[in-house]
């Protein structure tokens, strides 16, 4: 009887070292976060990035994303809503993170399809043929022309944009970013240079609530 | 005794190695999700051989305990450098000989499990001399 009273204390005093050490580490590695873009901050908004939104808004959401990770994709439409239902208060600036094999293709064709104003619905092709292009182990980002054929690009010229020394200048620049500010997981999200510490959609929500209500106080 | 350490020897292993990949996000490689597999089930098959005072469970953790103590050391001879990765092509998880994998910035994970398995080893093989002996 004495043994198993042993047993299950070890058990128990493991699993609380465990999440004592688990909330010990997220404390630490939220501060290391927050503080790389604290002392990074203008490594969070360059001239160069696509903003969604009214560019006034005094509330701005960066997104680190990656063409061809699956959670940018079902972010997309969440983030849009909160932009667009934020009275001009709210604006997105899209910086990317090329994490996935392929995805530095992929960035290219969309920047590409920006020089021609129709980056949002290039956004929006490729993520709806996002499991044709970016299958795991067999990304085919060349696929991306197929998908925006409808948008009416001038086609010519887009592919040679899309190899243009301007959009890779655009691409390492982000990257360089990218590891300043600690960004290892896309869709990383910065609300006026705070981090999200807790991935989520509701969580990011109310980051956003949080500085709208700060940047416009009633 | 002897059999209540290496239970506890492979439930803080485990501990270590859930801490590692889930909370500070280190993706285990090939060679260390055949680790895994081979320190998780020791922690049950261990517990209950200690809860149900039943000596056998020591016969059917040591075909694991062999097979992980095995891998650990391959895993270290590729991380040493002394046996070369070409043919354990490790995929999305990272390489196996990556420099990276390492605790506290200097002792490698592949080393740590390596000890532990050797510990759990030697502990079950002295047990079962001893029961055989009682």
Known sequence: MNKKWIVISTVAAVVVAF????????????????????????????????????????????E?????????????????????????????????????KGSDTAIKILEAARKQDKYWEAVEKAFAYQ????????????????????????????KADA???EIEQVLQRDIADMMALKVDKTPGFFVNG????VFGDEELKQLVQEEVRRAYPK | ???????????????????????????????????????????LILGLGLLEHDGRSIRYALPLVWAGWGIALYHCLIFWGLVSEGMTPCGKGGSCADADVQV??????????????????????????KMKNE
Request: proline residues 8%; positive net charge.
């Open chain 1, 194 to 197: 705070r981090p999200l510490e």
């Open chain 1, 64 to 100: 680190f994303f990656d063409p061809a990770c699956e959670t940018c994709r079902d972010f997309y439409p969440i983030v849009k809503r909160m932009v667009n239902s934020s009275f001009g208060q709210v604006r997105l600036v899209v910086r990317y993170a090329p994490l996935h």
């Open chain 2, 104 to 129: 506290a910035g200097f002792v490698p994970i592949p080393l740590l499990a390596l000890v532990a398995f050797t510990a759990i080893l030697a502990l079950l093989l002295f047990s079962k001399r």
């Open chain 2, 1 to 43: 005794m002897p059999l209540f350490l290496a239970w506890m020897i492979a439930l803080l292993g485990t501990a270590g190695a859930l801490f590692l990949g889930e909370v500070m996000g280190m993706t285990p490689c090939v060679l260390c999700w055949y680790q895994r597999i081979a320190m998780f089930p020791l922690v």
């Open chain 1, 19 to 62: 999440i004592a050490g688990t909330m010990v580490f997220r404390d630490r590695s939220t501060a290391e976060v927050t503080q790389a873009a604290q002392s990074n901050t203008e490594a969070l908004v360059r001239a160069h990035s696509p903003v969604y939104g009214n560019v006034d808004a005094k509330v701005t959401i960066v």
């Open chain 1, 131 to 158: 499991p044709q292009w970016a299958a795991h182990g067999n990304p085919q980002p060349e696929l991306i022309w197929e998908a925006i054929k409808d948008i009416k690009l001038d086609m010519a010229k887009a």
């Open chain 1, 163 to 165: 190899g243009s020394p």
